[in-house]
């Protein structure tokens, strides 16, 4: 069972704006949650990361919300470039194991 | 460079055959973990160890996949009897053994089983 969900596989958006990614999960036994970024034909790399005790981390242009009672996440990428066009995963953790969700694919139109 | 590395990156190999694959961690990392991507989906967890104990297993796994860890260092993951379906991309992460901790990724290797 996908505990994991990210509902939007695709999503273009241009140079400059704003990116928003979504991802739901089911599991409340959840307590950390994490954004990779994968290129293709290369391993996932890590972004930012939130726990379950906070409900906003930032890092640069990146920005990760949490809403625990909808078990509802999003990363906000502020402004898009370029480089940032590549398949993003939504992570959840419950101690040891990752789960992940089928990633969307973020294009970023010049 | 001192992040998780794998080895190989790309094996083709015909059907029926062993495969082995190795992953070296991020040197201090007690935990290390194998994870399989098919086309379309995210990683999947497959097991993991903390130093050489091997602490969980998915049922992914099934018995032609053996996983070790002799010395709590790199690891190797073996395939035996290989089938089509076990064409996909094999990452390997670790960590250290704390709670919220992030697992850091290799560039995977890719498996095409013909």
């Known amino acids: 069972d996908q505990q994991v969900k990210q509902n939007s596989p695709s999503l273009s958006v241009q140079e400059g704006r704003i990116s928003i990614l979504n991802c739901d999960y089911t599991n409340s036994m959840f307590d950390y949650f994490l954004w990779y970024k994968k290129y293709p034909a290369e391993g996932p790399t890590f972004l930012i990361s939130?726990?379950?005790?906070?409900d906003k981390n930032e890092d640069g242009r990146f920005t990760v919300f949490l809403n625990k009672s909808a078990k509802h996440l999003s990363l906000h990428i502020v402004p898009s470039q370029p480089g940032d066009s590549a398949v993003y995963f939504c992570a959840a953790s419950d101690d040891y194991k990752l789960s992940f969700g089928a990633g969307t694919t973020v294009t970023v139109r010049a | 460079d001192t992040g998780v590395s794998q080895d190989p990156r790309h094996k083709i190999t015909k059907r029926g055959q062993n495969v082995t694959f190795r992953c070296d961690p991020i040197s201090e990392h007690n935990r290390l973990y194998w994870y399989r991507q098919t086309l379309g989906q995210g990683p999947e967890f497959l097991t993991y160890f903390q130093n050489e104990a091997q602490l969980e297993k998915s049922r992914l796994l099934s018995d032609r996949f053996s996983a070790e860890r002799p010395k709590g260092s790199f690891s190797t993951l073996e395939i035996q009897r290989t089938e089509q379906g076990d064409s996909a991309m094999y990452l390997c992460?670790?960590?250290?053994?704390?709670?919220?901790?992030?697992?850091?990724f290799g560039p995977g290797t890719r498996l095409l089983v013909l």
């Open positions: 992460a670790s960590s250290l053994a704390r709670l919220q901790e992030t697992q850091y």
């Open positions: 939130i726990s379950s005790i906070k």
